[in-house]
């Protein structure tokens, strides 16, 4: 009997090495975990049941269904694509394919990862499995649901302002968002595309670090990415000496923050200085006024000009009109939902005449300006620490009728997306019994960094990440 | 900040999306709201700073001009809703009915 709630992606590789198990039967194992609780989470769009796959000899595999899969359907979690059946594999799932990793299914998703909720799909949202009565999280919510409820041993997300952290945060998982460039984007639904990056989701910083060995480095296509400057390492140190860890000053100052969430944080904070890491106060002053209203524009920006491409001639449904263009402009109406909606006429709107300098001009140059200032805090410490997300998950239907309450989930994670950094989410306790997350940003290429922080302080926290409710 | 209703619709004609009446009216609503917080970014003074596109500092990247396999055209027609030989079908685009 495979414990799937347990299981780390670690342990499956050794049992797979010991051949204990098969690749097929640890797929068989997930799927019938699916389908004894998954009609309560609804992690999954679809599940992948091909015999084929599960006889490559890896650890199965969740990935989000912004990842272009050859042969199964990938909808981004809008109706736009629905029926869509990609030719190709993504790079991301090429990889873990050809690592021998069968894909077990593809987790539901805020349509084109827009939201902080993940109830923005098209198909219905996904439930928190520490409560179903909550939000996972978003836009990763069904990746960060399925490792949590032990329906995957680890998945892949996409990040462009926090989610792959924030879900992760809200469900008690461990998520890693990589420098920007590490992972390649060739055959992800683009949704803003100076922002996207794909990284993984699992129990554990070592499992984490695993499946990003196993995806990263330069890919011949997507030119924006880049070869790691060095190997990726597995954490094995449980000491934080000679450690420098920044708070910025702001987190203390900032509104929304559930007291909960802000007594984990500090309570971490003590632990990593317990461990032997210098804590020490920085100042990100714009970061924190300007970078959500910064984001809010250029991602919308970057989604006008990337969801053109739904237009009904080359794939997925179209509406049939008398003309090209009514054909064009009713079946954009009907495949997007609210959320696509709302941010292409935003991004339309601040890149047309008159309004581009005010609005996407100036933005961009209040991202150098973020870029800097994190920049100058990463000179003096080797991580940034904050909550992850400000409060814990909330109730179904909270934010779903306010843009802007749902824009501030998202407050913590998105200055350092729009910095490039990469940033890695671990679970620091418990508030209201819900999981709290302590967001660790590295410096450029600080994965290593963030790992050994990471596993350090995951060691010593001592997290379940099996939500209360379906420990037996 | 105030965005009305013609704007919105305006807009929604550039980004090629015909917004349904209550929709345009929810919109005008919801972007003004999303303006208004988003604008604070023209408070700062920003003389002089360069803009940022790209969050990393990567030079061009050359590939060798060499040709490949292009997507059998099976495959390339395999997703869409309407094609004629080796062609996508489209409605007409021009012509005495098709609008401006």
């Known amino acids: 009997m495979i414990d799937t709630l347990r299981l780390t992606a670690e342990q499956a590789l050794g049992m797979l090495e010991r051949r204990e198990v098969s690749s097929a039967e640890l ?30 000899g890896g650890v199965p595999i969740a990935l989000k269904d912004v990842i272009s899969t050859k042969g199964v359907e990938t909808t981004a979690g809008s109706r736009i694509l629905a029926g869509y059946v990609p030719v190709f594999d993504a790079t991301v799932a090429a990889r873990c394919r050809a690592a021998g990793m069968p894909v077990i299914g593809k987790t539901n998703t805020d349509e084109f990862a827009m939201g902080s909720s993940t109830e923005n799909s098209a198909y219905g949202p996904s439930h928190n499995p520490w409560d179903p009565a909550r939000v996972p999280g978003g836009s990763g919510g069904g990746t960060a649901a399925a490792v949590s409820a032990g329906l995957a041993p680890w998945g892949l997300g996409s990040d462009t302002g926090g989610s792959i952290k924030q879900p992760s945060a809200l469900c008690g998982n461990v998520g890693l968002r990589p420098t920007y460039g590490t992972v390649s984007r060739f055959g992800i639904v683009a949704f803003a595309s100076s922002l996207d990056q794909i990284g993984p989701v699992a129990k554990t910083v070592r499992d984490v670090a695993l499946l990003y060995s196993i995806i990263a480095g330069r890919d011949a296509n997507d030119s924006t990415t880049v070869q790691l400057p060095e190997p ?36 971490a904070v003590d632990l990593a200085r317990g461990l032997g890491a210098e804590v020490g106060e920085c100042d990100l002053p714009l970061s924190f006024a ?20 739904y237009d009904g001639v080359r794939y997925g449904p179209r509406v049939e009109a008398a003309t090209y263009r009514e054909m064009v402009e009713r079946t954009r109406d009907e495949g997007f939902g609210d959320e696509p909606k709302r941010r292409i006429m935003l991004g339309t709107y601040a890149l047309s005449a008159g309004y581009y300098d005010a609005f996407y001009g100036q933005a961009q140059k209040v991202r150098t300006l973020l870029i800097r200032e994190h920049r100058d805090a990463l000179e003096r410490f080797h991580v940034l620490a904050t909550p992850t997300s400000p409060t814990v998950a909330f109730p179904l239907g909270d934010k779903a009728s306010d843009p802007l309450a749902m824009y501030a989930c998202d407050l913590l994670t998105i200055p350092s997306c729009l910095a490039g950094l990469p940033g890695l989410n671990v679970p620091s306790g418990l508030s209201q019994g819900l ?30 990440t099996v939500p209360a409710r379906l420990r037996t | 900040m105030a965005i009305d209703r013609d704007t919105v619709l305006r807009v929604a004609r550039l980004a090629r999306l015909e917004l349904r009446d209550d929709e345009a ?60 030989g080796d062609l996508f079908r489209v409605p007409p685009t021009a012509g005495p009915e098709v609008s401006a």
Request: hydrophobic share 40%; aromatic share 6%.
């Open chain 1, 27 to 56: 797929h068989r194992a997930y799927l019938e975990a699916a389908a004894a609780r998954d009609g309560e989470i609804h992690a999954y769009l679809r599940l992948v049941e091909d015999g084929e796959d599960g006889e490559g």
């Open chain 1, 232 to 267: 990726v390492r597995l954490p094995e140190d449980e000491r934080l000496d000679g450690l420098r860890i920044g708070i910025p000053k702001q987190v203390w100052e900032l509104a929304g923050i559930e007291h909960g969430v802000r007594a984990s944080f500090e309570a």
């Open chain 1, 290 to 309: 300007y970078g959500m209203a910064c984001y809010y524009l250029i991602a919308p920006a970057e989604a006008s000009s990337n969801l053109a491409r």
């Open chain 1, 435 to 464: 999981p709290v997350g302590l967001q660790l940003i590295g410096r450029q290429f600080g994965e290593n960094t963030l790992f050994r922080t990471g596993h350090a302080l995951e060691r010593a926290l001592g997290f379940d």
């Open chain 2, 25 to 84: 009216d929810r919109l005008t609503g919801e972007l003004g709201a999303i303006l208004d917080a988003v604008s604070k970014v023209a408070e700062l003074d920003l003389a002089g700073v360069p803009p940022t596109s790209h969050p990393l500092d990567v030079v061009n990247v050359w590939a060798d001009d060499e040709p490949h396999a292009p997507l059998p055209l099976d495959e390339a027609f395999a997703n869409a809703p309407s094609r004629e």
